[in-house]
């Protein structure tokens, strides 16, 4: 008799053991069950996690398709490219967008698409007028903290092609690339017009052409040996040119493109 009743203890703890075991899972289950519901698809997920990207993002439309309620454009400014993805938008390869800002992924893959990508912007979306203004005064303050902590980095992206010094334009507003930067406060604001040789050129962006103007002046460790010019005018690499235009200091376009100096709105001609 007490071999029966310790049997028929025994089966107990083992029925209410496998029943909290039971009641623990599918517990465990539901929280799982309820967290893929808050958190959706793969991309809200990745809305969620990544961190902050820049204030806005800015470029022209080089490639865009839809997806999984997603548009997805790949946005060049100033030859760099970017992957963003918005809420679905309708959108033509060369419009030029302004998004606001949006979560970074890294190594991302895309199962509507399948593909992945090494780096992408989760965007809600188009800027509004209101936070475009916002966002410019951010880029501001962040460009003007980032120009002080490296004042000397000139063009990073960019060698130096153009070795021996050129002849300088003729005229009393004619300066060398160097001088454009040496001498950027005092002509901040002026016409100026520079000779050099054309190393990039960087095709309709924000409706102007980005050129970039080398004449052999500057070095690469203070930055002054390149300098851009925006223009309507389309020269080829290797053109030897002079640029006249309004030379700026310190130009700050937003989303991290920031100019020591640049030469705006310039006609662009063959040196004679």
């Known amino acids: ?38 958190t959706g698809t793969q991309e809200q997920k990745a809305e969620q996690q990544a961190p902050k990207g820049p204030e806005f993002i800015f470029g022209t439309v080089k490639e865009a398709m839809n997806s999984g309620g997603y548009t997805y454009v790949l946005l060049e ?33 895309s199962k509507t698409l399948n593909r992945t990508f090494e780096t992408i912007i989760f965007s809600p979306g188009p800027m509004t007028r209101d936070s475009a203004e916002g966002a ?14 490296s004042a000397h980095t000139g063009s990073p992206r960019l060698k130096k092609a153009v070795t021996e010094p050129m002849a300088k334009a003729k005229g009393d507003n004619a300066v060398s690339v160097q001088e454009a930067y040496s001498r950027a406060k005092e002509l901040d604001g002026k016409r100026v017009k520079v000779r050099g040789q ?42 030897v040119v002079i640029a006249e235009g309004t030379l700026h200091a310190d130009k700050d376009f937003g989303a991290g493109y920031f100019y020591r100096v640049i030469v705006e709105d310039a006609s662009v001609k063959g040196a004679n």
């Open 198 to 239: 054309v190393v990039k050129v960087s095709a309709n962006i924000m409706g102007k052409n980005w050129v970039h103007i080398q004449d052999g002046t500057g070095d690469v460790e203070s930055g002054d040996f390149d300098l851009t010019v925006t223009t309507k005018d389309m020269p080829e690499v290797g053109d």
């Open 1 to 38: 008799m007490k071999k029966i009743i310790l049997k028929t203890a025994v089966l107990l703890v083992a029925a209410a053991l496998i029943c909290l075991a039971g009641c623990q899972n599918q517990k465990g289950e539901e929280k799982e069950g309820g967290h893929e519901q808050r």
């Open 136 to 149: 410019k005064d951010k880029g501001k303050k962040a460009a003007a903290s980032a120009h002080k902590a």
């Open 77 to 109: 400014f100033e030859g760099k490219q970017t992957w963003v993805a918005m809420p679905e938008t309708s959108v033509s390869v060369g419009d030029e967008l302004m998004l606001q800002p949006g979560d970074v992924m890294h190594n991302f893959h």
